[in-house]
DNA sequence: CGGGAGGTCT
């Protein structure tokens, strides 16, 4: 049923509806100028139709409504030689309360090769609106718009004749937003302003949240004034905008504020969004007491909120207390989410704890949660980074098996996995393989490659492929530049390495604690102590803070120049900061005494390194007990020998070289046997010396078989000894 | 209107 009384509503509703608007801000105006300001929609009405016209369209009527269950294309078949597009509106006319078929009749009209006239698209969008239904009229004034310059004043025109109703405007509004016309939405708004409508809050903050910071403000203040009120929704649009540009302060202050100014108080998204910011920027005290607060306002923190916390843990390796975190949230109800879920395996695949991931897959899969390709993504990432090219491939077959597809990001972790294999073809098979698949690869990939060429020593390779990166309109980045500086530097060229820091600088790039760490430990590696000095000056004149990674850097060369006064001073300059050493602090100092074979002031060190709650690393257990071996202290590296293996780490080549050449020393050849049997499991290559050991016991017991097996496989795989010291 | 994945230094 059509209302025509509709069409006496607009002028005195919206003056009303205005006024109210006003009544209830702060910037109030005066009556009679809105009373003045308000015009009248347009007087319109279609032109009348020519008798024989009118004939065809009510021909055209009677049989759509006759005969509703047939295709159009039937029933309008033999009047498409006749049809005009100018039909088309007195057909409407007919069928106001019919949205179907006008639908029918515009779609049977439009492939005809005709454009729709702008009036008959701007009616129809009525006619929708009015029936309820807004997803059609939405389309419709969608083609509008792209097909009509003038369409807006078409919907205008129109409006007051066919008894629309104000929201027709949101959806123009919404509709213009979408196709990205952002000013023109704006103009609309002003427009429609001098006919009394004021677009909804919730189509406003679809234009709101499209703007950059500084037009969202303008536009906010300026809707504001000319009579919008806006809700929690749009205050989250700020918040979010202030947070997107680092500007926590003020995304704080319109929290704070939004209820007394705007008249919305803050709900959960508010405080979401403000404390994922405060996480983002590592503020965690502030992030937690704003968790507090929400709480203390009967606003239950949700996934989302959670999520963000978690996220923080991860980045910051805390990934237990992340998991606690996930665990007191499923106590406080708070069911995690797939993207919960992906939170925290992310963050066991980075600190490479597969057991755990393998763990929360289990238990995600319980909780009836899907997997997505960020999911996979993630897991296919910590595999690559341990090393398992085989089941980081498997994981991705299974995804596209379920349909998902593999993106850039997907791509690039599997390519950076075999990039740290340095199996370049591969990589580069895959770079070929997502360039098929239509996938652009960005900067990240092709960093990714030119730092497995640059790993491999194809330094000149990289540059070759950064070049052509870089024509291809790719930004070069901090991450690219510092890569290729330390294929420079790992190749011994530090002068071009220096040379590449200063070209960084010349593209508008900061060298950052990575392009300077890696320049310094070049230096200390040459024994270059005195530029890697300047170069730590350097970088705390810019404001640039040294990472744990710095410091250790300069203690290894310390450590390795012999200069332990030095080191050892660093190590309490580094205490009275509170920078907290790690194992790889540590393991220098120790591996340096352990070559002194002062394992005294070695075992002192390491009890220091536990007191102040250091876990050894498998490099740390690796370098004692090859110092005990050489200190021919048995007991002490088969101590440290079975603790490591407690903790899942394994002997590298020289503890095992060390460790059997130790116990055979020791005549413990059961020991021994058992150690080098594991060690050529393993695939490692055993010193010369343990060869001929091995292969005098096999041969004088008789073991003539296993005695050849051994020779063979020492003249194969060992290095002359004259090499060994080298590795 | 809010959250999760990839690349650089020992």
Redesign the pocket.
């Known amino acids: 049923m059509f209302r025509h009384a509709a069409a006496t509503r607009p002028k005195s509703y919206f003056f009303l509806a205005h006024r109210r608007q006003l009544s209830s801000q702060r910037h109030a105006f005066p009556v009679d100028f809105i009373a003045t300001a308000i015009r009248p929609f347009p007087d319109y009405s279609p032109k009348k139709p020519a008798i024989y016209d009118a004939e065809l369209v009510r021909s055209i009527v009677t049989a759509l409504k006759q005969r509703r269950s047939e295709s159009p294309d039937v029933i309008l078949g033999p009047f498409a030689a006749r049809f005009r597009s100018d039909h088309l509106v007195w057909a409407f006319l007919h069928l106001r309360s019919d949205p179907v078929l006008v639908g029918a009749l515009l779609h049977w009209y439009r492939p005809r090769g005709r454009p729709v006239p702008a009036e008959a698209l701007a009616i129809a969008a009525h006619v929708a609106v009015v029936s309820g239904e807004p997803a059609s009229a939405r389309r419709l004034l969608r083609d509008g718009l792209v097909s009509h310059r003038n369409f807006v004043d078409r919907v205008i025109y129109t409006y007051k004749y066919w008894c629309s109703v104000p929201s027709v405007f949101d959806l123009l509004f919404g509709a213009i937003v979408d196709i990205n016309r952002l000013d023109e939405a704006r103009t609309l708004f002003r427009h429609l302003v001098t006919y009394g409508i004021i677009v909804s809050a919730d189509a406003c ?2 234009l709101l ?1 499209r703007l950059t910071l500084d037009h969202m403000l303008s536009t906010f203040s300026e809707f504001q004034e000319l009579g919008l009120r806006w809700n ?2 749009s205050c ?2 700020l918040i ?1 905008g202030f947070c997107g540009a680092g500007k926590t302060g003020e995304a704080h202050r319109i929290l704070l504020e939004m209820e007394g100014t705007v008249g919305a108080s803050p709900d ?2 508010s405080y ?2 403000l404390i ?1 910011a405060y996480c983002r920027y590592g503020e965690l005290l502030q992030a937690t007491e704003l968790f507090e607060e929400m709480g203390d306002k009967g606003l239950m923190p ?4 959670f ?2 916390l978690i ?1 923080l843990l991860c980045k910051n390796e805390k990934v237990v207390e992340a998991e606690r975190v996930f665990t007191e949230m499923m106590f406080r109800g708070v069911a995690p ?4 879920y ?2 925290l395996i ?1 963050g066991y695949c ?1 600190s490479g704890k597969l057991p755990a991931v393998y763990r929360l897959v289990e238990e995600m899969k319980n909780s009836q949660l899907v ?5 996979y ?2 897991l296919i ?1 910590g595999l690559s ?1 341990s090393g398992n090219m085989v089941e980081a491939n498997k994981l991705f077959r299974e995804m596209v098996g379920k349909g998902l597809s593999p ?4 791509y ?2 599997l390519i ?1 996995g075999y990039c740290k294999e340095g199996k370049m073809n591969d990589a580069f098979y895959l770079h070929n393989e997502m360039l098929q698949m239509g996938l652009v690869p ?4 092709y ?2 490659l030119s ?1 497995g060429l640059c790993k491999q020593g194809e330094v000149e390779t990289a540059n070759e492929l950064l070049r052509e990166t870089s024509g291809k309109g790719l930004e070069l ?4 530049y ?2 290729l500086i ?1 294929g420079l530097c790992k190749i011994g060229n530090i002068e071009q390495a220096v040379k590449t820091m200063v070209d960084m600088e010349a593209a508008g790039l900061c060298p ?4 300077y ?2 320049i310094m ?1 070049a230096y200390c590696k040459s024994g270059e102590m005195d530029q890697a000095h300047d170069l730590l000056r350097e970088m705390l004149d810019k404001g640039i803070q040294p ?4 410091f ?2 300069l203690m ?1 060369g310390f450590c390795t120049a012999g200069m332990l006064e030095d080191g050892r001073r660093l190590l309490e300059w580094m205490l009275e900061r509170s920078i907290m050493p790690n194992s ?1 602090t540590y393991n220098s100092l120790l591996r340096h005494y352990c070559m002194e074979k002062t394992m005294k002031t070695t075992t002192k060190i390491y009890k220091e390194m536990r007191a102040s709650g250091i876990m050894p690393d498998e490099n740390t257990y690796n370098i004692l007990i090859r110092g005990h071996c050489r200190a021919r202290n048995m007991k002490e590296a088969c101590y440290f020998h079975s603790e490591m293996i407690g903790k899942g780490f394994s002997l590298s080549r020289g503890s095992y070289n060390a460790l059997i050449k130790g116990l055979v020393r020791k005549k413990r050849l059961t020991e021994a046997t058992q150690l080098f049997e594991e060690m050529r499991a393993k695939n490692l290559v055993a010193n010369r010396e343990i060869y001929n050991i091995f292969i005098d016991i096999n041969y004088t017991e008789q073991n003539i078989e296993m005695t050849l097996e051994l020779c063979d496989e020492a003249i194969e795989k060992c290095l002359p000894e004259s090499d060994l010291n080298k590795i």
């Open positions: 903050n679809a949240s929690t929704k989250n649009v979010h959960i998204i979401s969004t994922d949700n996934a989302f909120t999520n963000s996220t989410d797939h993207v919960v992906t939170t992310n980075k997997p997505d390709t960020v999911t993504t993630a990432y980074r993106d850039e990001v997907t690039t972790a950076d960005n900067v990240v990939t960093t990714a730092d980045n901090v991450f690219t510092n890569s330390n950052d604690v990575y392009t760490t890696t430990d990472s744990i990674v710095t250790n850097v290894n790889a």
